[in-house]
């Protein structure tokens, strides 16, 4: 199972092993991090905001026009600003390095 | 606009998205009244503030109904009962009465009931409100997330952020009368009807709007609730000041628990834990539903949250007449008042 390494605000690294296919943000909520994740997934806010390690961001297939709709309401975004919900886990992305946004 | 009064009822129910909307109708059936209080000033939580225009087509024997039918339909479902809605406002308070449990709303209304049905969602929508240090202290006088009076932007300098809807269509409207307008957006393209798009960028070419692209909002300088400049910054942090006399920023709703997260319901990470078979919480009465309650392989869905309201009136009714036991009824045998 790929493995995700996660970052929260507070600094703290912590590994996740997701399915292939099952978002990071799905990966997040079931180890029970601090992440609003309001919507479900169904792309409709933007409270899944991740920063994306530079060198993964990348590796990544880039953000669907609905997907950046959404970043523009997402507050503190940097070149890397991601919505963990649309990053689907897969052999390709084992590694990835992602950092949590505050939850407020 | 309602004022505040008192109001005694038997259950309260925090909410009016679906779930609440619903639980409004299994407490009917065993002949609970409800009033039903509700942040935005619509019914229908999610369904009416995300995504009134999209089709649903997983509720049982409705193959394809939109959210916002879905919301009419049970608006019709529920009127025999008269529920009492209290919109526009958000439950603050939850305290425990004598024998009751009192409510207490934003707008100081107060509602005692026996017990109370938390359909809450992901918690009360309200304004996107950027996270700028201090700026509770300019909100309603030099920063704004509505405008209600174009008047009183005429001659003042303003700051949008945004690229939705909202903020192209207020920079358009409030050209005529503003000194100044910077408009704050992170890229080139605005999410916005492509006929406002356009007249905004005239707008801009005429040099009426000055578009500050690709910034983002980073801080606020005024002195005692008073604006005098708009701090920004590109994503890569280079920093530039807007001198400005008010902030209108439109990022769109976002749900916040708040309040909830201090009513002892033991929330985590936004949802509360509930006996599936009741839907109670761990306040005695307190009932939660739909998206806010949580159990093992909980879903997520408006099935799932019609379910969890039937389940929590039948336990409501323990509560609001613990002294007459509820024989079980179909709706075919029952019927609803009126029909
Ligand atoms: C784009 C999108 C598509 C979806 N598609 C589907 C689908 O196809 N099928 C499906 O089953 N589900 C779907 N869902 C999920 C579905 O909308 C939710 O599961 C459902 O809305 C949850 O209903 P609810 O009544 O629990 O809460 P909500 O609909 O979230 O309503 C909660 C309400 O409570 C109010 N509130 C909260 N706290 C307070 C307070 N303190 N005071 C006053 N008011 C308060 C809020 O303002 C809100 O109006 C979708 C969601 C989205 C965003």
């Not at chain 1, 590796?59 to 919505?83: F, I, K, V, Y």
């Not at chain 2, 995300?50 to 879905?70: F, G, Q, R």
Request: proline share 6%; hydrophobic share 45%; net charge negative.
């Amino acid at each position: 199972m790929p493995v995700i390494h996660v970052t929260t605000t507070e600094g703290k690294e912590i590994d996740l092993s997701a399915d292939n296919g099952r978002s990071i943000m799905e990966a997040v909520k079931a180890n029970d991090l601090p992440m609003l994740a309001a919507c479900g997934g169904a792309l409709a806010c933007a409270t899944c905001h991740v920063v994306v390690d530079p060198d993964w961001y990348e590796r990544l297939q880039p953000p669907s026009e609905d997907e950046e709709d959404l970043l523009d309401t997402a507050h503190g975004l940097t070149p890397t600003s991601r919505l963990a919900c649309q990053i689907l886990m897969s052999d390709d992305l084992d590694g990835i390095r992602v950092t949590l946004t505050p939850m407020d | 606009m309602t004022t505040a009064g008192k109001f005694t009822t038997d259950v309260a129910v925090i909410g009016a998205g679906p779930a609440g909307l619903f639980a409004v109708f299994e407490c009917g059936m065993l002949k609970l009244h409800c009033h039903v209080i509700d942040a935005l000033p619509a019914i229908g939580g999610q369904c009416t503030a995300l995504y009134p225009e999209k089709p649903i087509y997983d509720i049982p024997a409705a193959p394809e109904v939109s959210a916002a039918e879905l919301i009419a339909r049970l608006q019709a479902q529920i009127a025999p009962f008269a529920p009492r809605f209290h919109l526009n406002q958000q439950v603050v308070a939850l305290q425990r009465r004598e024998d009751a449990w009192e409510l207490v709303t934003s707008r100081g209304t107060s509602i005692q009931a026996r017990a109370v049905i938390l359909a809450a969602g992901a918690g009360a929508f309200g304004p996107n409100r950027p996270p700028l240090a201090g700026i509770e202290a300019y909100e309603g006088r030099c920063v704004h997330y509505l405008v209600s009076d174009r008047e009183r932007f005429r001659s003042q300098r303003l700051v949008i952020a945004g690229g939705g809807d909202s903020a192209v269509d207020w920079a358009i409207a409030l050209a005529e009368v503003a000194a100044e307008i910077h408009v704050v957006h992170r890229r080139d393209r605005f999410r916005a009807a492509p006929e406002s798009a356009a007249r905004l960028a005239q707008l801009a070419a005429a040099g009426k709007i000055q578009l500050v692209i690709p910034y983002q909002l980073a801080g606020l300088e005024g002195d005692g609730g008073r604006l005098s400049a708009v701090l920004v910054k590109t994503l890569e942090g280079e920093q530039r000041s807007i001198a400005a006399d008010h902030l209108l920023a439109f990022f769109g709703l976002v749900s916040k628990l708040g309040p909830i997260n201090d009513w002892g319901l033991e929330a985590r990470n936004g949802v509360i834990p509930v006996d599936p078979a009741t839907c109670a919480t761990a306040a005695p009465g307190v009932f939660a539903i739909g998206d806010i309650a949580a159990y093992p392989r909980k879903l997520k869905l408006i099935l799932t949250g019609f379910a969890e309201a039937a389940h929590a009136a039948h336990a409501a009714h323990e509560i609001v007449h613990p002294d007459r036991a509820l024989h079980f009824e179909y709706s075919t045998s029952t019927g609803v008042p009126g029909q």
